[in-house]
Nanobody
Framework: VQLQASGGGLVQAGGSLRLSCAASGSIFSINAMGWYRQAPSKERELVATITSGSRPTYTDSVKGRFTLSRNNAENTVDLQMNSLKPEDTAFYYC?????????????????WGQGTLVTVSS
């Protein structure tokens, strides 16, 4: 099982970026999928997540600006980030709780994609 993240980059304050994450492998189900971020000298924090059959949840600082969307058929999750602020600058990491086929049984694991850098200039 792998998570491949894409998107990110440099944008001015007030601008927009879109992050995408795709899960691949012998996936049985994806129980939860979302994005974390880690700014320099700070701990990694949850940005947004969505579990199967539920609506997305967001950390307070991004509510109303970020939108998480999931495509169950394609095993992808996107994070649309609008009205970006300098304090949104961080490495963003895709995360998923995935059940997959392994060793003739189902195994559930927590997976991370590679970080993608989002830089918002003032």
């Amino acid at each position: 099982v792998q998570l491949q993240a894409s998107g990110g980059g440099l944008v001015q304050a007030g601008g927009s970026l879109r992050l995408s994450c795709a899960a691949s492998g012998s996936i049985f189900s994806i129980n939860a999928m979302g994005w974390y971020r880690q700014a320099p000298s700070k701990e990694r924090e949850l940005v947004a997540t969505i579990t199967s059959g539920s609506r997305p949840t967001y950390t307070d600082s991004v509510k109303g600006r970020f939108t998480l969307s999931r495509n169950n058929a394609e095993n992808t999750v996107d994070l649309q980030m609008n009205s970006l602020k300098p304090e949104d600058t961080a490495f963003y990491y895709c995360n998923a709780l995935i059940t997959y086929y392994g060793d003739s049984r189902l195994i559930t694991g927590n997976y991370w994609g590679q970080g993608t850098l989002v830089t918002v200039s003032s």
